[in-house]
C-alpha cells in the first residue's frame, strides 16, 4: 500500500523531516487508512527511523493519531503497531515530549504575515520587515529577511517596485495562496503548504 502513495515534493532532500513525515501521514491516513512508523519512514530518504518514531510518538501522546492494533512483521513472530489518523490538519503539528502543543511563531510566519497584511499590500521594504515582523519569540534580522525576500521573488511570490537600491515589494494577488509560509527547501527551492506544491527559482511549480 506505501509504496502506492505519490508525493508532489521534489528533490530527495526534501523527503525528510517532520513536515515531510506529517504529510506522509496525511496521505497514509486518508480515508481511514492505517499505517506503521516503517511506512512512513519507508517514504522518505532520512537514514534515521528513529527520527519518525520518536515524531510519532509524540503525535500519538497529543493526540493526532491513535494506535489500531497490529500487523505481521517482516521478521517472523514481530508485529508492528499500526496507527490512524485521528486530527487530519494540514499543518504540521508542533508538539513537545510530553505531547503537548507548541504554537509559536517562527520569524518567516510572522514575515509572510506582514506580507499579507494591509501595509504589506500597499508595498513593504526589507526594513519593514524586519521592523514589523520582529517578536521576542523571533527576531527577524536583515539579512534573514533580504534572503527570504529574495527566495520568495525568484520563487514568483513578489514583485519587485523600484531600483534594486531602494527596492521594495509587493506580494501577488495570486500568490496570496494562504496563511501558512511558504517553507524554504535545502534545495532553495520554495514549497508552499496551502497548495501542497513546490516552486523552483525559476517560478515553476511541480
Known amino acids: 500500500m506505501s509504496n502506492e502513495v505519490k508525493f508532489r515534493l521534489r528533490g530527495n532532500l526534501a523527503r525528510r523531516g517532520q513536515d515531510h513525515a506529517w504529510a506522509t501521514i496525511r496521505k497514509l491516513g486518508a480515508n481511514g487508512g492505517l499505517f506503521t512508523v516503517d511506512d512512513v519512514?519507508?517514504?522518505?530518504?532520512?537514514?534515521?527511523?528513529?527520527?519518525?518514531?520518536?515524531f510519532m510518538w509524540r503525535l500519538e501522546k497529543a493526540g493526532f493519531i491513535v494506535r489500531a492494533g497490529t500487523v505481521a512483521g517482516a521478521e517472523p513472530g514481530r508485529r508492528r503497531r499500526q496507527f490512524r489518523?485521528?486530527?487530519?490538519?494540514?499543518?504540521?503539528?508542533?508538539?513537545?515530549?510530553?505531547?503537548?502543543?507548541?504554537?509559536?511563531?517562527?520569524?518567516?510566519?510572522?514575515?509572510w504575515n506582514v506580507m499579507r497584511g494591509p501595509a504589506g499590500r500597499r508595498g513593504f521594504t526589507?526594513?519593514?520587515?524586519?521592523?514589523?515582523?520582529?517578536?521576542?519569540?523571533?527576531?527577524?534580522?536583515?539579512?534573514?529577511?533580504?534572503?527570504?525576500?529574495n527566495l520568495l521573488a525568484r520563487a514568483g511570490y513578489l514583485l519587485r517596485l523600484g531600483s534594486r537600491r531602494?527596492?521594495?515589494?509587493?506580494?501577488?494577488?495570486?500568490?496570496?495562496?494562504?496563511?501558512?509560509?511558504?517553507?524554504?527547501?535545502?534545495?532553495?527551492?520554495?514549497?508552499?503548504?496551502?497548495?501542497?506544491?513546490?516552486?523552483?527559482?525559476?517560478?515553476?511549480?511541480?
Do not use: I, W
Open 166 to 206: 531602494s527596492a521594495s515589494f509587493r506580494l501577488k494577488p495570486s500568490m496570496n495562496t494562504g496563511p501558512m509560509m511558504p517553507r524554504v527547501l535545502a534545495s532553495k527551492d520554495v514549497y508552499d503548504q496551502n497548495l501542497d506544491r513546490v516552486f523552483d527559482r525559476a517560478g515553476a511549480s511541480s
Open 85 to 111: 489518523l485521528a486530527k487530519p490538519q494540514k499543518a504540521t503539528p508542533n508538539v513537545d515530549r510530553d505531547g503537548g502543543n507548541r504554537p509559536r511563531l517562527s520569524a518567516r510566519q510572522s514575515m
Open 41 to 54: 519512514h519507508g517514504l522518505s530518504n532520512d537514514p534515521r527511523r528513529s527520527s519518525v518514531a520518536e
Open 126 to 149: 526589507v526594513d519593514d520587515l524586519v521592523l514589523c515582523g520582529s517578536t521576542d519569540e523571533a527576531p527577524v534580522t536583515r539579512a534573514g529577511a533580504q534572503s527570504y525576500v
